[in-house]
């Protein structure tokens, strides 16, 4: 079941077990009708430029003259993962939440006459949207008048999408094909001269990264501009609040207490920046928070419309997105490009996947 908000000319279909979802539901009235949008039918969201089949997106960019670019850009032989580590007490969004178990303990008595014994673990979890995360064709979708409008003009209406498995919006499409591209870092911090602050949405904002400062940002890193096939991240410094190497050595008030700041916004990639990425025709965007675009108190950003960039860049563009990342050794190497290598998890019909991709360089 899904509840739909309304922000100007853009609704956004939410699970009513999203925050933002279940605060709306209790705003509805009876038998009132329900507001739809119809841009994504007006403007041709579908098919989309690889095929009315395509069920991948824009990964579909890649070529092999692009991978060996990319692998190029090895030079000293240095690996950085960027994914942070699962665990219950995480920040999460909403009613979200991340529960292991290892049944038995051990879960298998002694076998043999070596007496080997092993263990399971159990998961409880919405595993693809939960720690380090990708969000795929099946996450992000908006109401329309003839349904829930996803990638390529699927629907949630449609016969092969189902509560057990979302069909031709599974994750496993993607991953059938993998990243292996440019992957370029954008040291906000850097450039901003110090952790980005939440956005308020105001003039000027400094929490909210346009075109002007992705470009300004290549510049005095002294890279090439973003351009076609690239992944590129954004490093904002919000995500030290979830401290990617310290989070065990606070006590529980203090966890808790990071939690609500790491939750209350976040700064990020303005609309004008997503729009300014997908004309790039970039594969691949990310960052250190746990929506990569900028994200108000009133969960606005550039605009009023909630999460507007993922609507304009996953369902309209196919250009995939990856959150909480650890970008910390990259920033601290300066490690401007690299070579990024990662797929997500093959797990069919699901909206998205964990994450721990790796940067070489």
């Known amino acids: 079941m899904f509840s739909i908000i309304r922000f100007m ?18 705003l509805l009235v009876v038998g009132q009708a329900l507001a739809q949008n119809d841009q994504p039918l007006q403007e041709n969201w579908a098919p989309s430029e690889w095929g009315a089949d395509d069920k991948a997106g824009a990964v579909n960019r890649t070529t092999p003259q692009m991978v060996l670019r990319a692998v190029k850009l090895v030079r000293q032989g240095k690996v950085a993962t960027l994914g942070k580590i699962y665990q219950s007490d995480m920040p999460l969004f909403g009613t979200r939440s991340w529960q292991l178990t ?3 303990l051990p879960t298998y008595e002694p076998m043999g006459e070596q007496m080997a014994v092993g263990n399971d673990e159990f998961l409880s979890s919405e ?6 995360q990708f969000d795929g064709p099946g996450h992000i979708g908006v109401r329309t ?3 829930d409008f996803f990638y390529n003009g699927r629907y949630l209406e449609d016969p092969d999408v189902s509560a057990s498995g979302l069909g031709p919006l599974g994750v496993e499409h993607v991953a059938q094909v993998g990243f292996v591209c440019r992957g370029v870092l954008l040291d906000a911090v850097a450039y901003r001269g110090g952790r980005l602050p939440v956005p308020t949405r105001r003039l000027n904002d400094p929490g909210i990264v346009t075109p002007a400062d992705i470009e300004a940002m290549t510049a005095r890193q002294g890279i090439d501009p973003i351009g076609e096939g690239d992944c590129v991240f954004l490093y904002t410094g919000h995500g030290d609040i979830w401290h990617p190497s310290k989070w065990d050595t606070f006590d529980a008030a203090e966890k808790q207490r990071r939690i609500t700041e790491f939750n209350a916004g976040s700064p990020g990639f303005g609309l004008s920046a997503c729009e300014y990425l997908a004309s790039q025709k970039i594969i691949l965007w990310g960052g250190d928070s ?3 675009e900028a994200v108000a108190a009133d969960f606005g950003g550039e605009t009023a419309q909630p999460f ?4 304009k860049l996953m369902t309209r563009s196919g250009i995939w997105n990856i959150e909480n990342l650890d970008l910390s050794q990259l920033v601290r190497d300066k490690a401007y490009e690299f070579l990024f290598a990662w797929s997500p998890l093959k797990l069919k019909g699901a909206t998205g996947s964990p994450a721990n991709p790796v940067a070489i360089y």
């Open 9 to 26: 000319s853009t609704v956004i279909t939410l699970p009513v077990r999203h925050p933002i979802g279940m605060a709306c539901l209790g």
């Open 102 to 104: 290892i049944p038995g």
């Open 127 to 132: 595993i693809g949207q939960v720690g380090t």
């Open 145 to 147: 008048p003839r349904g």
């Open 290 to 292: 746990a929506s990569t």
């Open 308 to 311: 507007e960039c993922h609507i």
